[in-house]
């Protein structure tokens, strides 16, 4: 077995729902995310003022197979329904990293 197989194992056993993933509908499409909920505290935790405004609302790491073409920054993403802008979306071995801003 090689490095990438392991982490592919790795990723399928994150994006389980029977360990840390949740069911959510993305762009009208229902998959498996694992939503990072402490990346926005942190942040927030980082500004000198706990009040200041910080733009992202929602991160997640998902499949790169299962999301398909990784969105662009400043791209429409609905969420659960509601309108987002994608703030950030990186690439890392085989998943997703995408950080959501409120939609004005």
Do not use: C, W
């Not at 927030?44 to 009040?51: I, V, Y």
């Not at 910080?54 to 398909?68: D, K, L, Q």
């Amino acid at each position: 077995m090689v490095l990438k197989d392991y982490f592919a194992a790795d990723l399928a056993a994150m994006i389980s729902t029977d360990e840390f993933a949740t069911v959510h509908t993305i762009n009208g499409k229902e998959m498996k995310v694992v939503v990072d909920e402490d990346l926005y505290k942190e942040r927030q935790q980082s500004l000198n003022n706990p009040e200041s405004y910080f733009p992202a609302t929602i991160s997640y790491h998902v499949t790169a197979s299962t999301f398909g073409k990784r969105p662009k920054v400043n791209d429409i993403q609905y969420y659960d329904g509601k309108k987002y802008i994608v703030f950030d979306a990186q690439e890392d071995l085989g998943a997703y990293y995408i950080t959501l801003s409120v939609s004005e």
